[in-house]
């Protein structure tokens, strides 16, 4: 028995995994929801922690996890970032050091397809699919040989996958975006997973096209459900766009947003809505919630997750008068990029700038 | 077991405007209590404190209580003085730009609701003071729960006469600075730019004004913890 | 019935040793002030193969010695506080050492640590004691080890020698260079009478006592010299460059307590001096460059405390500045000295025991007496600024007053050159001057008007926002009461209702207006707005925009805002961006109402992207464009073809734009009709 559990941490990724062994953290967004889910299932010892990359959204919350005295961390996985400069990468390397030092928490740097290893369990296997560890070691910022793009940190992402008792799951790729693809379709050319949560909030992957670059991602992982962990107040996700890549090329799969979108509805329901779990959910305030936190649990031949798929698309249907995954929204944003006849956007300079400075 | 509550009947008005009492009072008629309207001044806190016990269940109360010479304290630490002996009571301030960082965010830990005066309509009291009495309770919202977390200085400087601390919780919001009286901080501890410390912190917060700080203790220093510690 | 003893298990000494005192230049700087309590005259520091673990530390002195009862009661006994025992040395010096702790910590450094000491009353005898702190590891409590002293017949003059062997870890450059810096400052270098004289073979401390040695004393620009007497009565007095006495202050300009009152200081006598420096390019006695003093400064700056002549850790040391200094500089930085720009020290002899040290030995407990000696030091200080400021406010005043003076002195001077000169060459030179002066009173004009004008805008500024400030309450008090009422009679009234809701939507409707006009200035004057930090650039033309609705509504026109579909972010303050927006929209406004009636009035604001890390932030009217004036001429400050017009609206913009590291420029004509103004930021990347 096994269950993994998607958190609405609001705009950012956290998901934990749990099975008779123990518990894994991927990713910690910002805000209390992370502490108070453990709370509620009284989770006192973390096995590992893997950061997928080092953007705020994906390990502020580590900061704070790291700070609580009652909880006991095995280790943290995460890749070495050279340019970056954020005042909150810093910080976590301050809060790293004294976890290292005074609590014997052990630190991996490094969180690559070598992992893997490290990091088997029982009839639950977490798969890191990418980045390859020479992808790695040429690094956010970095050139790889052969005049490819240079790596962004968020195309350096760390790619996970769940797979129980043999079938692939749940893949979770952080903010990968078209460059950071291309890499993991060279080692892994079908990364399959029943369900996917949607690369950077289903935001705008780089300078590749959103439409072609969701269509082609949904393609290879054909997933039945895809998950995106966005916030209702930033941001404007998920793109109009994205979500008409993966209604074309997963016509059949449940869409479901951990918060509901300015763009599916103006406003927001009144009363608080019925078909959430128990869980814990940033959106809870405010009745901001669309699906809020899923929870996946395995060991039956179909895994189920709650909300249902069922009573959130009838939520949907209620309370999201231009919905995106009911193809109700119009998919007409202001993009100036998008010009007419879907002409090539002008081309730029190589690379993006990867730290926040 | 549930426990009866203690039912809000009587609400105690302290503003110094007399005329914004009486609008308040108005307010809290529609909310469905009894108001009652304090005064006329009030040297120390414990006097306004048990006055408010013998006469009312919950409070309301203004911030800026000293332009008028109407007390020696604020509201903010009014409201926290009653948070102290289980009384529910509301902050209210016309000007909640102005205080929140310094004078509110002092007491901001026992001060469970603030209202700028403009949302203060008999809904949001009535919210409002059901959400003390559930604090109260040790029922904390997910925006008032403090947890321990990382926070790092980012200047310090001078505010209304008062040293105060401009830092960053990178858990909450990495690009913003918080600014918070420098007397929450025991002395000793390092302010520098750039130190870190830990303190508790309702970390859920939507906005910065809800933000409290407490319990600050040291952190590792990366600059001067080197060679002979390791 | 046995007797039993509380014993202690050989961890208690690491919780007292290096737990305690963790820093390695502390604990040796105490062995430091044994050697000083013992009468040395010298004490010599040296440090062998520290660059590595395993090294060894050895510090040699000429003093006193011990003798072997007093090795067993006194240096082998921990934790005793001294206190008691406090008489003077035959040097007649108060005993500085602590409780043995600091002490223990630095024999701890190693794996052994031995002690040799010559006592003088028993010329010819030396006594030898081992310590081996792996003895210790394995006992299973502290009094299990046993000591042994021996005694060995020597030639050797007085004094002790402490040699630790095996260090358990480097002494890296930093360690060294703390060191280097405790022990320099440790005897007050500014006073040679002391008679006690540290030292670290190692380079970094030859050339720190080089430098700090050093005495710049002379180039200070004012010395501030404060006494605090017996009874607890300051005075204080400031000098200048030249030795002249500028000021000086009795108790009662100094202490300053609450009601006019001037408590006395409950604390040791003291003398506070104080050297601060004009580091910005003054003129220095020969050869003095500023980078040397500088470098000085960085050596030595900060005010040390000296108790009983030497320096407490870690007062002054970089990061402990206790008397806030450059927190005080940080509000007035012409006038105020900072750890950088001054050296100082606070020496206090204490003979009544009044200051405690902390059992760590990082400084005094701050009880009263503590307190009252910053509170001494840190009013001086505030003296000796508000002095300063004074003496600047009326040298300025007195500038003013005599500015046209200085003119025509200049000029008659002039003119007394211009009659020198060769006869025929004067008409062609007087011309040339003529044309300056023309053209330099034309200057003063421009500068003059400008600064009218900007006095003016202040004033209309802060009245505005008093203004605002004051009505804000009565404003809230209209809207909320007219809820009430409308509720009210909703229940009341049932549908004769509707006879009232109109015009009391009117009132409520006014209302909002007002507050929201009430509420600019101050949101504005923001505090939080001027800070500098990553600023979500939609949702502040969403606030601003939210906030000028009331204004454009009034005014008719239409606004449409058309954004990016992204987050774009820069780096600046909140206000920034605002003040861009409110001067662009309030001209925009102002063109479009010095129309007349035009068919459309509209504003657009809409954003692009510019490749990936610039924005282009558009503001588009339908007014007539820009007429009268040249296309650059708008930015600069006073044109205005507006008969009321500030003229400095385009000119804010553009010089915020600048601090943002931006770009603006404008079009005369836009696809609107009117003008269009584009301002390009840099943006921080998106996460």
């Known amino acids: 028995m096994a269950e993994l559990t998607i958190l609405d941490v609001g705009h950012g990724n956290c998901a934990i995994l749990r099975d008779d062994?123990?518990?894994?953290?991927?990713?910690?967004?910002?805000?209390?929801?992370?502490?108070?889910?453990?709370?509620?299932?009284?989770?006192?010892?973390?096995?590992?922690?893997?950061?997928?990359?080092?953007?705020?959204?994906?390990?502020?919350?580590?900061?704070?996890?790291?700070?609580?005295?009652?909880?006991?961390?095995?280790?943290?996985?995460?890749?070495?970032?050279?340019?970056?400069?954020?005042?909150?990468?810093?910080?976590?390397?301050?809060?790293?050091?004294?976890?290292?030092?005074?609590?014997?928490?052990?630190?991996?740097?490094?969180?690559?397809?070598?992992?893997?290893?490290?990091?088997?369990?029982?009839?639950?296997?977490?798969?890191?699919?990418?980045?390859?560890?020479?992808?790695?070691?040429?690094?956010?910022?970095?050139?790889?040989?052969?005049?490819?793009?240079?790596?962004?940190?968020?195309?350096?992402?760390?790619?996970?996958?769940?797979?129980?008792?043999?079938?692939?799951?749940?893949?979770?790729?952080?903010?990968?975006?078209?460059?950071?693809?291309?890499?993991?379709?060279?080692?892994?050319?079908?990364?399959?997973?029943?369900?996917?949560?949607?690369?950077?909030?289903?935001?705008?992957?780089?300078?590749?096209?959103?439409?072609?670059?969701?269509?082609?991602?949904?393609?290879?992982?054909?997933?039945?459900?895809?998950?995106?962990?966005?916030?209702?107040?930033?941001?404007?996700?998920?793109?109009?766009?994205?979500?008409?890549?993966?209604?074309?090329?997963?016509?059949?799969?449940?869409?479901?947003?951990?918060?509901?979108?300015?763009?599916?509805?103006?406003?927001?329901?009144?009363?608080?809505?019925?078909?959430?779990?128990?869980?814990?959910?940033?959106?809870?305030?405010?009745?901001?919630?669309?699906?809020?936190?899923?929870?996946?649990?395995?060991?039956?031949?179909?895994?189920?997750?709650?909300?249902?798929?069922?009573?959130?698309?009838?939520?949907?249907?209620?309370?999201?008068?231009?919905?995106?995954?009911?193809?109700?929204?119009?998919?007409?944003?202001?993009?100036?990029?998008?010009?007419?006849?879907?002409?090539?956007?002008?081309?730029?300079?190589?690379?993006?700038?990867?730290?926040?400075? | 077991m549930m426990v009866a509550e203690p039912e809000i009947r009587r609400v105690?008005?302290?503003?110094?405007?007399?005329?914004?009492?009486?609008?308040?009072?108005?307010?809290?008629?529609?909310?469905?209590?009894?108001?009652?309207?304090?005064?006329?001044?009030?040297?120390?806190?414990?006097?306004?404190?048990?006055?408010?016990?013998?006469?009312?269940?919950?409070?309301?109360?203004?911030?800026?209580?000293?332009?008028?010479?109407?007390?020696?304290?604020?509201?903010?630490?009014?409201?926290?003085?009653?948070?102290?002996?289980?009384?529910?009571?509301?902050?209210?301030?016309?000007?909640?730009?102005?205080?929140?960082?310094?004078?509110?965010?002092?007491?901001?830990?026992?001060?469970?609701?603030?209202?700028?005066?403009?949302?203060?309509?008999?809904?949001?009291?009535?919210?409002?003071?059901?959400?003390?009495?559930?604090?109260?309770?040790?029922?904390?919202?997910?925006?008032?729960?403090?947890?321990?977390?990382?926070?790092?200085?980012?200047?310090?400087?001078?505010?209304?006469?008062?040293?105060?601390?401009?830092?960053?919780?990178?858990?909450?919001?990495?690009?913003?600075?918080?600014?918070?009286?420098?007397?929450?901080?025991?002395?000793?501890?390092n302010l520098a730019p750039g130190a870190y410390l830990f303190a508790k912190v309702n970390i859920g917060a939507d906005r910065a004004e809800d933000l409290y700080l407490f319990d600050f203790e040291r952190a590792p220093d990366p600059e001067s913890e080197g060679v002979l510690l390791g | 019935m046995t007797t039993e003893h509380l014993r202690f298990s050989p961890d208690i000494l690491r919780r007292l040793g290096e737990e305690l005192i963790p820093h390695a230049d502390q604990g040796i700087v105490e062995l430091v002030r044994n050697s000083y309590d013992a009468d040395a005259h010298h004490c010599c520091v040296e440090l062998i193969k520290t660059e590595k673990p395993g090294g060894a530390l050895r510090v040699t002195d000429d003093g006193n010695g011990m003798k072997a009862e007093s090795i067993r009661d006194g240096w082998l006994v921990l934790g005793r506080s001294v206190k008691a025992a406090r008489q003077l040395t035959e040097l007649r010096r108060l005993p500085v050492g602590d409780k043995g702790l600091g002490r223990l910590a630095a024999l701890r450094m190693g794996r052994v640590a031995r002690l040799r000491t010559r006592p003088t009353d028993e010329p010819g005898r030396e006594y030898r004691l081992k310590l081996n702190w792996d003895l210790f590891e394995t006992a299973d409590v502290v009094e299990n080890v046993p000591l042994d002293i021996k005694s060995v017949p020597t030639r050797r003059q007085k004094g002790t020698t402490i040699v630790v062997t095996g260090l358990r870890v480097k002494l890296g450059r930093r360690e060294v260079q703390r060191l280097a810096r405790a022990l320099v400052l440790l005897s007050d270098p500014f006073n040679h009478s002391l008679g006690f004289h540290p030292k670290l073979i190692a380079p970094e401390f030859q050339d720190l006592e080089r430098r700090v040695r050093e005495s710049y004393f002379d180039d200070a620009e004012f010395r501030l010299v404060a006494q605090l007497d017996e009874q607890g009565c300051a005075s204080a007095r400031v000098t200048d460059r030249s030795g002249t006495v500028r000021w000086k202050a009795k108790h009662e300009d100094l202490s300053k307590g609450p009601k006019l009152t001037s408590p006395l200081y409950r604390t040791a006598p003291a003398t506070f001096e104080l050297w601060a420096f004009n580091v910005t390019g003054q003129s220095f006695t020969s050869g003095v460059t500023v980078t040397e003093l500088r470098e000085w400064l960085d050596a030595i700056g900060g005010v040390h405390l000296y108790h009983r002549g030497l320096r407490v850790y870690p007062y002054g040391d970089p990061g402990h500045d206790w008397l806030e200094m450059n927190l005080a500089r940080a509000r007035s930085p012409e006038l105020r000295p900072s750890t950088n720009t001054s050296v100082g020290r606070l020496v206090v002899q204490d003979p009544r025991d009044e200051l405690i040290q902390k059992t760590d030995r990082s400084g005094f407990i701050e009880d009263e007496a503590f307190t009252d000696l910053r509170r001494f030091a840190q009013d001086a200080l505030n003296w000796m600024a508000s002095e300063r400021l004074r003496e600047r406010d009326q040298r300025r005043t007195k500038e003013r007053a005599e500015a046209p003076r200085t003119v025509s002195a200049a000029r008659a001077s002039l003119e007394e050159t211009l009659d020198q000169l060769p006869p025929q060459a004067r008409p062609a030179v007087h011309s040339a001057i003529q044309r300056l002066e023309t053209a330099r009173e034309q200057e003063a004009k421009t500068l003059r008007e400008d600064l009218q004008l900007y006095r003016t805008l202040g004033t209309v500024g802060t009245t505005a926002a008093v203004f605002a400030h004051e009505s804000a309450k009565p404003v809230t008090q209209i809207e909320m009461m007219g809820k009430r009422v409308a509720d009210r009679a909703r229940k009341l009234l049932g549908d004769q209702f509707a006879e009232i809701e109109k015009p009391l939507q009117y009132i409520l409707r006014a209302a909002q207006a007002l507050r929201s006009f009430a509420a600019l200035p101050l949101r504005l004057l923001n505090r939080e707005k001027r800070r500098t930090g990553h600023i979500e650039v939609h949702a502040v033309i969403r606030d601003a925009l939210d906030l000028f609705q009331p204004f454009l509504a009034d005014a008719q026109i239409e606004t449409r805002i058309e954004l990016v579909d992204s987050n774009p972010r820069i780096r600046g303050s909140a206000a920034a961006i605002e003040a861009i927006l409110a001067n662009l929209l309030t001209n925009a406004v102002n063109a479009l109402s010095s129309e007349g009636a035009s068919a459309t009035r509209e504003i657009d604001i809409r954003t692009e992207l510019s490749g990936e890390s610039r924005l282009l932030l558009r503001v588009l009217d339908s007014g007539s464009g820009i007429v009268g004036l040249g296309i650059e001429d708008i930015w600069l400050p006073g044109r205005t073809t507006r008969l009321g017009g500030t003229g400095l609206g385009l000119t804010i913009v553009r010089d915020t734009v600048a601090d943002l590291g931006g770009k603006a420029h404008a079009l005369p004509q836009s696809e609107l009709g009117g003008a269009e103004f584009v301002i390009e930021l840099p943006l921080v990347r998106e996460e």
Request: negative net charge.
């Open chain 1, 21 to 357: 062994r123990g518990a894994v953290i991927i990713d910690a967004g910002l805000g209390e929801t992370l502490l108070e889910f453990l709370e509620q299932r009284e989770i006192t010892v973390i096995d590992a922690v893997l950061i997928s990359h080092a953007d705020a959204d994906h390990i502020a919350g580590l900061l704070t996890l790291l700070a609580q005295e009652h909880i006991a961390v095995g280790a943290v996985f995460l890749n070495t970032e050279t340019l970056r400069q954020t005042a909150l990468w810093h910080a976590l390397l301050v809060a790293l050091t004294d976890a290292r030092r005074r609590r014997a928490v052990k630190v991996h740097a490094q969180l690559t397809s070598t992992s893997s290893e490290l990091l088997r369990r029982d009839e639950i296997e977490i798969q890191i699919l990418a980045p390859s560890p020479e992808i790695a070691l040429v690094g956010a910022g970095g050139q790889p040989p052969g005049d490819r793009p240079l790596l962004s940190a968020n195309a350096m992402s760390a790619v996970v996958r769940i797979v129980v008792n043999e079938i692939p799951e749940v893949l979770l790729p952080g903010d990968l975006d078209a460059v950071g693809l291309e890499h993991l379709l060279a080692e892994y050319p079908e990364p399959r997973a029943r369900v996917l949560v949607f690369p950077h909030h289903g935001g705008r992957p780089a300078r590749a096209d959103p439409e072609d670059f969701a269509a082609r991602l949904c393609a290879v992982v054909r997933a039945d459900l895809v998950v995106f962990s966005i916030s209702r107040r930033k941001h404007a996700t998920p793109q109009p766009e994205v979500i008409r890549g993966v209604l074309q090329a997963a016509p059949g799969a449940h869409i479901a947003c951990t918060q509901l979108s300015e763009r599916c509805a103006a406003r927001l329901p009144s009363a608080p809505p019925t078909h959430l779990n128990e869980r814990p959910a940033r959106g809870h305030v405010g009745n901001a919630c669309c699906a809020g936190t899923i929870e996946l649990t395995f060991g039956n031949a179909t895994p189920t997750y709650t909300p249902a798929r069922s009573s959130h698309q009838a939520f949907v249907e209620r309370e999201a008068p231009t919905a995106l995954c009911m193809g109700r929204g119009t998919f007409v944003g202001h993009t100036p990029e998008a010009g007419e006849g879907g002409e090539q956007r002008p081309s730029r300079r190589r690379g993006l700038p990867v730290a926040g400075k």
């Open chain 2, 12 to 189: 105690a008005i302290v503003d110094d405007d007399p005329s914004q009492a009486d609008v308040m009072s108005e307010l809290i008629r529609d909310a469905g209590y009894e108001p009652i309207i304090l005064g006329p001044r009030f040297e120390h806190v414990d006097d306004l404190v048990s006055k408010i016990r013998k006469s009312a269940d919950a409070a309301i109360c203004d911030h800026r209580l000293q332009p008028r010479g109407f007390a020696r304290f604020n509201g903010a630490e009014a409201v926290a003085a009653l948070f102290e002996v289980s009384v529910p009571s509301i902050l209210v301030t016309q000007y909640i730009d102005i205080d929140a960082d310094v004078s509110i965010r002092r007491w901001r830990r026992h001060v469970p609701v603030l209202l700028s005066r403009d949302e203060a309509d008999p809904d949001r009291i009535l919210q409002g003071l059901n959400q003390c009495v559930r604090e109260l309770r040790g029922e904390h919202l997910a925006s008032r729960r403090p947890w321990r977390t990382l926070i790092q200085v980012d200047d310090t400087n001078q505010e209304s006469g008062e040293q105060v601390v401009d830092a960053h919780i990178p858990s909450w919001n990495p690009h913003l600075a918080v600014r918070f009286p420098a007397a929450l901080v025991p002395p000793g501890l």
